[in-house]
């Protein structure tokens, strides 16, 4: 059987020879046309694609080159050149002396440069073994960093010790991306004396730098936070620099292109005398409380201690959050600035003011006695004296000298709480000094009106006799009384206090001199200051004086003690049986202020002791020493204390 195959493809065309006929002819042009519209169609679509990809290419190139364009071209120049920030260096600061008290050092700032980094992890662990550091901290580092573009230095270890930096110079070249920049670094030369007037510095904070107060600033700068490097801020800080550099692959610089040099911090002299200001803060050890020193004459302060101080150079290194939960949590409160930051009752030490008050308006001579049967009786109530047994007969210069709570509790029902408050308003008490330094408590002289807005109630007599004495609703701070006396010592010119007496650009720039401001007078005739600051110094040189004790045989001193109720007495109570039996934090604030020489002012110290019990046994003791230790340095130049 014979099989035959046949083929599906059909057989090839060929074109008809010249020499067929018409049909033939025919056939051929039919081809010519059908092949010459494939043709066309494919020239077409290859011209239509090639079109296509050019205007890809095109529209590639116009993103690239006008959309994105800056941002390459700065990150091409930036893998070459860099743009450096030269932190300004701080202002420094000095006592009245010239002696330094606030330096800056060179510190080494490990920063890494993500866009130059190859392998992060590797990175990150190679600085973690280096500096003895956890790589989970410095990778939290980078997270709280992650909206800064890659090519911008991240801080990644703060203030390297020398044995990390070399060992960090040594492994450059195979950590890319990883540079040390040096800035100058706070130094506390004195850590830890004057530490709540003086300050610190900490990283600026997001709100601070949203702030108009901070403009200019940088995510990682150090800034002011309490005390003269807070409030000096503006003069302290100095303006950045900057420098253009080139880089090689691994961030390394080749060489400096330009620069523009940072403008240096103004320099600060503070009033204070560095040696005064230890030989003060040494009287307050082992106590909670706080000692002002200024200058009758001038409202300088001459030293400011509060106790317990705490370490500013901790604040320099970086707290933890452990490190700051036990600093802000410790029950002392070493944070708080005692000498204008908390106020308190400040029980007899009121009493010259009220006194002045009193002979001012008329409401009592000189010389006019009134009875202390050791109470007086309001209602049914007794408001006893210190002195249970009573005093007697008292005059005014007898009432200071004794501190005869009687004779006050006289003076301020005839006086009404409105105007003892409005003579206390003039001695500055009840509002702020103005002294240029953080945190200044406002303190209390209360009203009948302040009473009634704040408490919805009306003013009672027997508060009156609790403000004529300084208990009660009075609230003071021991530099708002530092200042009050001084006004009693010089005759009625109430100062406005400050610590800061020069500002400048170094020894040979322009230099702002601050000069003594005066508040106001207060409007108490002349004679009236001579009958108090005459009892004041009975206080300390006669015998049945409260703080004869502390009396001086070199010098002659004036001045009145105070204890400060902190809980109320039940009524009938004995204070003496109380006070053994009252634990510490229960136990009476001490007060004692007070100026030397008598006659001749040229110093006022005062002294709270947080529950220290009596201002004649626990404050006018370390007034004494005060103001010993001032004749010491200043006995024989007074004027050098201005």
Same mark, same amino acid.
């Given at each position: 059987?014979?099989?035959?195959?046949?083929?599906?493809?059909?057989?090839?065309?060929?074109?008809?020879?010249?020499?067929?006929?018409?049909?033939?002819?025919?056939?051929?042009?039919?081809?010519?046309?059908?092949?010459?519209?494939?043709?066309?169609?494919?020239?077409?679509?290859?011209?239509?694609?090639?079109?296509?990809?050019?205007?890809?290419?095109?529209?590639?190139?116009?993103?690239?080159?006008?959309?994105?364009?800056?941002?390459?071209?700065?990150?091409?120049?930036?893998?070459?050149?860099?743009?450096?920030?030269?932190?300004?260096?701080?202002?420094?600061?000095?006592?009245?002396?010239?002696?330094?008290?606030?330096?800056?050092?060179?510190?080494?700032?490990?920063?890494?440069?993500?866009?130059?980094?190859?392998?992060?992890?590797?990175?990150?662990?190679?600085?973690?073994?280096?500096?003895?550091?956890?790589?989970?901290?410095?990778?939290?580092?980078?997270?709280?960093?992650?909206?800064?573009?890659?090519?911008?230095?991240?801080?990644?270890?703060?203030?390297?010790?020398?044995?990390?930096?070399?060992?960090?110079?040594?492994?450059?070249?195979?950590?890319?991306?990883?540079?040390?920049?040096?800035?100058?670094?706070?130094?506390?030369?004195?850590?830890?004396?004057?530490?709540?007037?003086?300050?610190?510095?900490?990283?600026?904070?997001?709100?601070?730098?949203?702030?108009?107060?901070?403009?200019?600033?940088?995510?990682?700068?150090?800034?002011?936070?309490?005390?003269?490097?807070?409030?000096?801020?503006?003069?302290?800080?100095?303006?950045?620099?900057?420098?253009?550099?080139?880089?090689?692959?691994?961030?390394?610089?080749?060489?400096?292109?330009?620069?523009?040099?940072?403008?240096?911090?103004?320099?600060?002299?503070?009033?204070?005398?560095?040696?005064?200001?230890?030989?003060?803060?040494?009287?307050?050890?082992?106590?909670?409380?706080?000692?002002?020193?200024?200058?009758?004459?001038?409202?300088?302060?001459?030293?400011?201690?509060?106790?317990?101080?705490?370490?500013?150079?901790?604040?320099?290194?970086?707290?933890?959050?452990?490190?700051?939960?036990?600093?802000?949590?410790?029950?002392?409160?070493?944070?708080?600035?005692?000498?204008?930051?908390?106020?308190?009752?400040?029980?007899?030490?009121?009493?010259?003011?009220?006194?002045?008050?009193?002979?001012?308006?008329?409401?009592?001579?000189?010389?006019?006695?009134?009875?202390?049967?050791?109470?007086?009786?309001?209602?049914?109530?007794?408001?006893?004296?210190?002195?249970?047994?009573?005093?007697?007969?008292?005059?005014?210069?007898?009432?200071?000298?004794?501190?005869?709570?009687?004779?006050?509790?006289?003076?301020?029902?005839?006086?009404?709480?409105?105007?003892?408050?409005?003579?206390?308003?003039?001695?500055?008490?009840?509002?702020?000094?103005?002294?240029?330094?953080?945190?200044?408590?406002?303190?209390?002289?209360?009203?009948?009106?302040?009473?009634?807005?704040?408490?919805?109630?009306?003013?009672?007599?027997?508060?009156? /006799?609790?403000?004529?004495? =300084?208990? %009660?609703?009075?609230? &003071?701070? $021991? +530099?708002?009384?530092?200042?009050?006396? !001084?006004?009693?010592?010089?005759?009625?010119?109430?100062?406005?206090?400050?610590?800061?007496?020069?500002?400048?650009?170094?020894?040979?720039?322009?230099?702002?001199?601050?000069?003594?401001?005066?508040?106001?007078?207060?409007?108490?005739?002349?004679?009236?200051?001579?009958?108090?600051?005459?009892?004041?110094?009975?206080?300390?040189?006669?015998?049945?004086?409260?703080?004869?004790?502390?009396?001086?045989?070199?010098?002659?001193?004036?001045?009145?003690?105070?204890?400060?109720?902190?809980?109320?007495?039940?009524?009938?109570?004995?204070?003496?049986?109380?006070?053994?039996?009252?634990?510490?934090?229960?136990?009476?604030?001490?007060?004692?202020?007070?100026?030397?020489?008598?006659?001749?002012?040229?110093?006022?110290?005062?002294? /709270?002791?947080?529950?220290? =019990?009596? %201002?004649?046994?626990? &404050?006018? $003791? +370390?007034?004494?020493?005060?103001?010993? !230790?001032?004749?010491?340095?200043?006995?024989?130049?007074?004027?050098?204390?201005?």
């Amino acid at each position: 059987m014979a099989f035959s195959f046949r083929s599906s493809k059909p057989p090839p065309r060929t074109p008809p020879s010249p020499g067929s006929g018409k049909g033939d002819r025919l056939q051929l042009m039919t081809w010519e046309t059908t092949e010459g519209v494939m043709f066309h169609k494919q020239h077409l679509f290859l011209m239509g694609l090639l079109l296509f990809v050019v205007l890809v290419y095109l529209f590639r190139l116009w993103h690239l080159q006008i959309l994105q364009g800056s941002r390459y071209r700065y990150q091409s120049e930036n893998n070459r050149i860099r743009l450096e920030n030269i932190s300004a260096p701080r202002g420094l600061i000095f006592d009245r002396n010239g002696v330094p008290l606030v330096e800056n050092r060179p510190a080494y700032h490990l920063q890494i440069v993500r866009e130059d980094v190859t392998d992060e992890e590797a990175t990150l662990e190679a600085v973690a073994e280096i500096c003895d550091k956890k790589v989970e901290d410095l990778k939290k580092v980078l997270e709280a960093n992650e909206n800064v573009a890659d090519f911008v230095p991240v801080r990644l270890v703060a203030d390297l010790d020398r044995d990390c930096l070399a060992r960090i110079e040594a492994q450059r070249v195979r950590l890319p991306g990883v540079v040390v920049q040096v800035e100058p670094q706070r130094e506390y030369k004195w850590n830890g004396t004057a530490a709540h007037l003086i300050g610190y510095l900490s990283m600026i904070t997001e709100e601070e730098l949203k702030s108009d107060e901070y403009q200019g600033y940088q995510p990682d700068e150090p800034v002011g936070k309490v005390g003269v490097e807070k409030t000096f801020e503006e003069y302290l800080h100095g303006k950045r620099g900057g420098r253009q550099v080139e880089v090689d692959a691994i961030g390394r610089r080749m060489r400096l292109l330009d620069q523009v040099l940072p403008v240096p911090g103004r320099n600060v002299w503070l009033t204070l005398d560095i040696v005064f200001q230890k030989k003060v803060e040494a009287l307050l050890e082992g106590v909670e409380g706080a000692i002002v020193v200024v200058d009758p004459r001038t409202g300088a302060v001459l030293a400011m201690a509060s106790s317990p101080a705490f370490d500013q150079e901790q604040f320099v290194k970086g707290l933890t959050r452990e490190d700051w939960k036990e600093l802000s949590e410790d029950p002392y409160h070493p944070l708080l600035n005692r000498a204008l930051g908390a106020a308190y009752p400040p029980g007899s030490t009121l009493k010259p003011v009220v006194a002045l008050a009193a002979l001012q308006e008329g409401v009592i001579g000189p010389e006019k006695p009134l009875f202390c049967p050791g109470f007086y009786k309001l209602g049914r109530r007794r408001y006893r004296c210190w002195k249970e047994v009573g005093h007697g007969p008292v005059n005014l210069h007898r009432s200071l000298v004794e501190s005869c709570d009687v004779y006050y509790y006289q003076l301020g029902l005839k006086l009404g709480v409105d105007r003892i408050a409005y003579y206390c308003n003039k001695f500055g008490l009840g509002e702020r000094t103005g002294i240029r330094c953080t945190g200044e408590h406002p303190g209390l002289m209360p009203t009948k009106r302040w009473k009634k807005e704040t408490r919805g109630v009306s003013w009672q007599k027997g508060e009156t /006799l609790s403000v004529a004495i =300084g208990q %009660g609703f009075t609230l &003071a701070t $021991p +530099l708002q009384m530092t200042m009050a006396y !001084a006004a009693v010592a010089n005759g009625g010119v109430l100062w406005k206090p400050h610590a800061v007496f020069r500002v400048g650009e170094g020894e040979s720039g322009n230099v702002l001199e601050i000069e003594p401001s005066l508040r106001w007078r207060v409007p108490v005739e002349s004679e009236y200051f001579d009958m108090v600051q005459a009892a004041l110094e009975g206080v300390v040189e006669e015998k049945r004086g409260t703080a004869h004790r502390i009396r001086d045989k070199a010098f002659r001193m004036a001045g009145k003690t105070g204890t400060a109720q902190v809980i109320r007495l039940p009524e009938g109570a004995n204070r003496k049986k109380l006070a053994q039996k009252a634990k510490k934090e229960e136990t009476d604030h001490a007060w004692f202020i007070g100026y030397a020489p008598a006659r001749d002012p040229q110093v006022v110290v005062g002294v /709270l002791v947080e529950h220290g =019990g009596h %201002g004649s046994s626990a &404050a006018a $003791p +370390l007034a004494r020493k005060v103001m010993q !230790a001032f004749m010491e340095r200043y006995g024989n130049d007074r004027s050098a204390a201005r």
